[in-house]
């Protein structure tokens, strides 16, 4: 099949058998590399990227219908990222190196010298997302976290965006390259068929993913029913709900509505943070709202499918017979503006299999309650989510159980704040119980997404000569590192 707008054409089966015996021939000189060498490729990377913005920008725009400021904001991220994990190789805490020296005393019998590390996982998998081109694609944050942990990254497109794909691949893997990385450590490939191809190819050894709970489920199965599984960390879907509070309303109800106008509308709701649900107080006086809501502009969506996912959500939740539209958005010539509905939180809890599902787009649900009790009750019927926000005030008697019962349902638990905007930094979360992700334990933002494409490997009595340079006595690297269970004096 070819894409005729973009004159790329699917990779061919035989083709993608090339990309992945060249990623498997790569790994174990790639993730042999010592930390300096392979952060100066992720920096080179990020510089070429930089270098390239007046090229990418253009393209970026073209095929996903998002601003400049926004495109190159995002590109921003994207080398920041690359910068950022090229930190934290160097500085090599990551590594989890562990040493437990020969001890005859031990307390449960004589103890033979251990040393355990974590080694790269071979070969990842990226599939790339519609709704950020630069940070969540090509050269986002599943592929900088792969390469940081020493793993070559083969990309699969996204159809949304596949000449920014095949250009931002091109630059990336040049400056790979240029930097003295193998060959075979990155690549990018094309098709729906190739993708679920690549996820079961034996020299697979691990798959991220961003997208829609339907089509990351599928590929979770995929990964799954292998001879061999191999993990898949699927980002999906997320409600984030936002749970306001009398005493909050009271104090800043003006700020806080209008806060959820603008976190739902940003990026035309095209965010996975997207706030879906706002609980506020029965009686709240909506119209200002309503108003501030109506007078949004219209804006495009990313592509057809997500135009068509939109439109199929939005008709279940406005038809739905326990909804009230307070704003009616409507699509001109492919641009939206805003749609704002209303129902109470026992309708909400009876109702949940429909009101409770994301809706990708510019719209979200005011939820009335009558008690704080039930704010309660609806954050224990929730599904996983990427966030959940509390705006509340010092001393709300529902916080503290409101914040606990969150902290088991979400990856990020919000405090007077909006979930839009997923910072970079080291505590990041941005994951979160099933349907939010495939895999609880993991974070596909921040420097502890390295983690997933890392396994344990334990050297019990191995020569000091064979050893990794990470697990020797001399501790050639400098690296942080634990020894009998005490941080190693630097």
């Excluded at 998002?66 to 495109?71: I, K, V």
């Excluded at 497109?157 to 003295?180: M, N, S, Y």
């Excluded at 709970?213 to 960390?233: E, K, Q, T």
């Excluded at 999906?236 to 959820?260: E, K, Q």
Aim: with cysteine; charged share 20%.
């Amino acid at each position: 099949m070819t894409d005729t707008t973009s004159t790329i054409t699917d990779t061919s089966e035989a083709g993608l058998d090339r990309v992945m015996a060249a990623a498997e021939a790569a790994a174990p000189v790639f993730g042999g590399l010592r930390p300096a060498e392979r952060a100066a490729m992720l920096r080179r990377a990020a510089a070429e990227l930089d270098a390239a913005a007046d090229e990418l920008v253009p393209i970026a725009m073209a095929e996903s219908h998002l601003p400049e400021a926004r495109c190159r904001g995002e590109l921003a991220r994207t080398t920041f990222q690359l910068r950022l994990f090229a930190e934290t190789v160097e500085e090599g805490s990551y590594l989890e190196a562990a040493i437990d020296t020969a001890d005859p005393d031990w307390g449960m019998g004589p103890r033979p010298d251990v040393r355990r590390m974590l080694v790269p996982l071979g070969p990842v998998v990226v599939f790339g997302a519609s709704n950020f081109p630069f940070a969540f694609s090509t050269a986002g944050g599943d592929t900088a976290s792969a390469l940081a942990a020493g793993c070559p990254v083969v990309v699969k497109a996204h159809p949304g965006h596949p000449r920014l794909a095949r250009r931002t691949g091109e630059v990336v893997a040049k400056a790979l390259g240029d930097a003295g990385a193998p060959e075979g450590v990155f690549a990018v490939v094309f098709g729906q068929e190739t993708g679920r191809r690549a996820v079961l190819h034996p020299r697979t050894a691990a798959v991220g993913f961003t997208g829609s709970i339907p089509g990351g489920r599928a590929l979770h199965d995929l990964a799954a029913s292998r001879p061999r599984p191999i993990p898949f960390y699927g980002e999906l879907g997320s409600l984030n709900p936002v749970f306001v509070t009398r005493a909050a309303l009271a104090a800043r109800g003006d700020a806080v509505l209008s806060g959820y106008a603008d976190s739902f509308t940003l990026g035309s709701g095209q965010f996975c943070t997207k706030p879906g649900v706002l609980l506020v107080p029965e009686g709240t006086g909506l119209e200002a709202l309503a108003a501030d809501v109506a007078g949004r502009a219209a804006s495009r969506l990313l592509n057809e499918r997500v135009t068509e996912g939109f439109e199929t959500g939005l008709a279940e939740l406005t038809g739905h017979r326990v909804t009230e539209v307070l704003v009616r958005g409507a699509a001109a010539e492919g641009d939206w503006t805003p749609t704002l509905l209303r129902t109470d939180a026992a309708s909400l809890l009876e109702h949940r299999d429909v009101l409770l599902e994301e809706c990708f787009g510019p719209t979200s649900l005011v939820v009335t309650y009558t008690d704080e009790e039930q704010l309660v009750e609806v954050a224990g019927a929730l599904e996983g989510q990427l966030t959940a926000t509390v705006q509340a005030e010092d001393g709300d008697a529902v916080a503290a159980r409101l914040l606990a019962v969150l902290t088991e349902k979400a990856g990020r638990v919000l405090w007077n704040g909006w979930p839009t905007g997923v910072s970079v930094t080291h505590a990041m979360t941005h994951g979160g119980p099933y349907p939010a992700t495939t895999s609880v334990l993991h974070t596909s933002v921040g420097t502890t997404a390295i983690r997933r494409f890392l396994r344990p490997v334990t050297y019990q009595s191995v020569p000091q000569p064979l050893l990794p340079e990470a697990l020797r006595d001399d501790n050639p690297l400098g690296l942080p590192r634990r020894v009998n269970g005490a941080p190693e004096a630097g």
